[in-house]
């Protein structure tokens, strides 16, 4: 059995922590460097429920995508959510790890993941990270499927291949307009707008995609926008995560056990559709 020295070696060359954006705060939230990690589970966000989840299934290390502080606190009293979460996870032994952007801008990271999901063959990264001599990290993927299908068949994909929210896949374009080259990106991405029309891409899925970026490309191109939650797009990276430590774990002769959260931890809990207007 590793210890938690030993998975944070793994995690650390998997995804540098020196690859993440000046903002982020990414790496080794709670835990004994020297305890030892049988268990460790993969969820999106560090939230109570997550963190229960975590605890009851006996794990020794949770991985999130997304990081409990990104500012600098003085205090991490249980006296809100964040301190409660921390408090939570060191009264039961559990360390916290957070790989965020690292992950992102990784090979493979999360928009890899996201493009498999969707049946995507990723061809390269959208921006690629210029220290990068062979061209593979950088931020989202560009893609191709297996032969074009129209843009109302590429959405039910991209809904069949994700996980369910309330959200669902929104989508902006000409439902019959056929979809082969394709860009993605995990997470929040309506500012690689230019990056994307640079690609020459028949579409673009991401998220938290706000009106007026979206109305500014439909008018400046026949670019279709796919709109998925947040969440959804990022969740396929856990599965991404848990293969590499597995093999990593292998090639070290550890025994480790792994779980991925499917608990739905996106925002938003309910979608209403609104009615016609009245003529």
């Known amino acids: 059995m590793p210890i938690l020295s030993d998975v944070l070696s793994v995690f650390d060359e998997l995804y540098p922590p020196a690859r993440a954006e000046s903002w982020d705060a990414v790496g080794l939230v709670c835990g004994d460097p020297d305890a030892e990690v049988g268990r460790v589970m993969f969820a999106v966000d560090p939230v109570a429920a997550v963190v229960d989840e975590a605890v009851e299934w006996g794990a020794d290390l949770l991985v999130t995508h997304h990081p409990l502080y990104l500012r600098g606190v003085t205090s991490v009293a249980a006296t809100g959510f964040k301190g409660r979460v921390v408090h939570t996870l060191i009264r039961h032994g559990v360390g ?22 969707v049946g995507l063959r990723v061809t390269g990264p959208l921006i690629p990270d210029p220290t990068d001599p062979a061209g593979r990290r950088g931020t989202g993927r560009i893609g191709e499927l297996p032969a074009p299908e129209p843009l109302a068949a590429f959405a039910a994909r991209v809904a069949a291949g994700l996980p369910a929210t309330v959200q669902g896949v929104r989508t902006a374009g000409d439902p019959d307009a056929p979809v082969r080259r394709v860009a993605v990106c ?50 396929p990276w856990l599965r991404s995560a848990e293969r590499e430590l597995l093999a990593a774990a292998g090639k070290h002769g550890w025994t480790l056990d792994t779980r991925v959260s499917t608990q739905v931890t996106d925002a938003w809990t309910l979608h209403t559709p609104m009615l016609a207007a009245a003529p």
């Open 186 to 235: 995990g997470g929040s991405g309506d500012s690689f707008f230019d990056a994307v029309r640079a690609a020459g891409v028949d579409a673009y899925l991401t998220a938290d995609l706000r009106h007026h970026p979206v109305s500014e490309a439909r008018e400046a191109s026949p670019l279709a926008l796919l709109d998925a939650a947040h969440w959804a797009t990022e969740w």
């Open 96 to 117: 916290l790890l957070t790989a965020h952007t690292n992950a992102d801008s990784a090979d493979p990271g999360v928009s890899d993941a996201l493009a498999e999901a």
